[in-house]
């Protein structure tokens, strides 16, 4: 039985996450946005298996709720095995173009309340020389493009970061594993038109559960979006700034 933390926990990868978790038989704590979202999910997880699912609301914003609402999860679940950070938003690139206020307002959503919550969790695991933190970044934060670049710009903030935890935490036994999805069929993608290349929640959701059991650090999920981001990232600067990407 492992004892397991994912914030942002009613997004609907996590949700297929926290489901293959029940299954396993281990304690969840879930914290999200979504009181009534969140009650449903912990009766249907422990439907599922869960050995124990408490949950508590949160705004990832309200940046000084994160070091109180975190003690409390720790104290409820005893302590820390993994900890999933899923929360997200995809902004629109025009609106934030126009307008800073928007902008900043999503690099707190995708970047720096992820900074937040990690500060306070690193502190702990570090302390207990223990556990494994898994945080969704995106392909997207690997390269900028015009399309998409401020949620780009918020996500590689995640994963730099991210990059430099792992280096500091590498001989305290803390695990850190960025996870970075290409596409994914969710609310958040809702009005994109699918195709081959898209992959579903449950897909994702399983990549995750297999990449924390072999301690990866970097994840791409589907694994193909490792090679295109290869690709994507060895174009020069001077072809990559003229396609509409
Ligand atoms: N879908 C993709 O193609 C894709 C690709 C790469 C990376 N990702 C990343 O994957 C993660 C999961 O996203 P998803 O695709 O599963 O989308 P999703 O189902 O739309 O989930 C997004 C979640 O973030 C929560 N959230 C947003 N703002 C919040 C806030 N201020 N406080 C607390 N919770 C907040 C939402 O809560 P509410 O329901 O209360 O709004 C929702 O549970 C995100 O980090 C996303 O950036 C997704």
């Known amino acids: 039985m492992k004892k397991i933390l994912i914030i942002g926990a009613t997004s609907a990868i996590a949700e297929a996450v926290a489901r293959l978790f029940a299954k396993q038989g281990n304690r969840l704590y879930l914290l999200a946005r979504n ?50 950070i899923a929360h997200g938003t995809l902004p629109s690139q025009k609106i934030c173009e126009n307008d800073f206020g928007t ?38 934060g690997d390269r900028g493009r015009q399309s998409n670049y401020i949620y780009g710009a918020a996500k590689g903030m995640v994963t730099i970061f991210l990059q430099g935890l792992r280096n500091r935490l590498q001989n305290s036994g803390v695990q850190v594993m960025t996870i970075k999805p290409g596409f994914v069929d969710t ?3 809702v009005d994109f038109k699918k195709g081959l290349l898209w992959a579903s929640p449950d897909q994702v959701a399983s990549d995750i559960i297999k990449g924390i059991d072999k301690k990866c650090d970097t994840l791409y ?21 003229k396609l509409s990407l």
């Open 35 to 84: 009181k009534e979202r969140l009650t449903a999910m912990a009766t249907d997880l422990t439907i599922r298996g869960a050995e124990a699912v408490n949950y508590a609301s949160i705004d990832v914003n309200n940046f000084y709720d994160h070091s109180l609402l975190l003690n409390e999860a720790i104290e409820k679940l005893d302590g820390i095995d993994i900890v999933l």
């Open 103 to 140: 902008t900043l307002k999503e690099f707190n959503t995708n970047g720096l309340s992820t900074l937040s919550l990690l500060t306070h969790l690193a502190n702990y695991m570090e302390s207990k020389n223990h556990g494994t933190i898994a945080v969704i970044s995106s392909v997207a």
């Open 187 to 189: 609310p958040m993608t």
């Open 221 to 241: 999920t589907p694994f193909f979006w490792r090679y295109i981001m290869l690709i994507i990232k060895a174009i020069p600067e001077n072809i990559f700034k």
